[in-house]
């Protein structure tokens, strides 16, 4: 638990462990240190000179031999707050610096964002469509319908049709294999292709979702969160609902 604290601090596990070691042997040679510490003697030197530089241990010599002594730990409190001025004038640089850095990011374009979901999980998309399509002016979204994944789609959120009809969020399928009611608020075209991999898309208010079968047939999402996503496979969608 000491460690943990002391780390906390900007001690390493060797620094925390040479200065706990000081405290409880008092004056002490690098060499009895490091039995105690069950440290190697370099690594003793390195942290009693990291521990010396913050004003927590003092060396003095008696005999010509070299002791190390720790100071009293009230002076952890003046580490703590040199770490905090420097934190703090930190914090004043980046305020300074942050328009530029803001400008890098900026023209480095927007980022795709992907969420994965397991099997457990997967109903969150679902309840993320209607949470993102009751928001939007829009309140519609689009769907590729694979007809091997609807069996297992709405385990978790069975209520999942009702809810959006209550929401009055509408909904366009594209649906490859036979089958799939029409509930309210919705319509469907089918597609004449044969999936090799069955997948149910999502295209949704800034985001696109993939939900498919892994090897041992459960299911697993993905969630891209992008506008230029988006917009892309919107357009697709539309320009194939249009011709179909």
């Not at 943990?4 to 040479?18: M, P, T």
């Not at 898309?201 to 891209?224: C, H, M, N, P, W």
């Amino acid at each position: 638990m000491h460690i943990e604290i002391l780390k906390k601090l900007g001690f390493s596990d060797k620094d925390a462990q040479a200065y706990l070691g000081l405290l409880v042997l008092g004056p002490s040679s690098v060499r009895n240190l490091a039995k105690r510490t069950e440290m190697n003697r370099g690594s003793i030197y390195e942290s009693l000179r990291w521990l010396r530089e913050q004003g927590l241990v003092n060396l003095y010599e008696k005999d010509t031999k070299q002791f190390f002594v720790a100071e009293d730990p009230e002076k952890l409190h003046e580490l703590v707050t040199r770490r905090a001025e420097v934190l703090k004038d930190a914090d004043k640089k980046i305020s300074a610096i942050l328009p530029e850095l803001k400008s890098l990011y900026d023209k480095g374009g927007e980022r795709p964002v992907a969420r994965y979901f397991e099997k457990d999980d997967v109903h969150k998309i679902l309840e993320d469509v209607l949470e993102r399509c009751d928001e939007s002016i829009e309140k519609e979204y689009r769907v590729y319908s694979d007809a091997r994944i609807r069996e297992y789609l709405y385990t978790g959120f069975e209520s999942f049709s009702d809810a959006r009809i209550a929401k009055g969020v509408k909904v366009k399928v594209m649906a490859i294999g036979e089958g799939g009611e029409l509930r309210g608020l919705d319509e469907r075209k089918w597609l004449k292709i044969k999936n090799v991999t069955p997948t149910y898309t999502l295209i949704y208010s800034g985001r696109v979702a993939f939900i498919s079968l892994d090897a041992k047939q459960e299911l697993v999402g993905v969630v891209i969160d992008n506008e230029g996503v988006y917009q892309t496979q919107k357009q697709i969608f539309e320009e194939l609902w249009n011709n179909s």
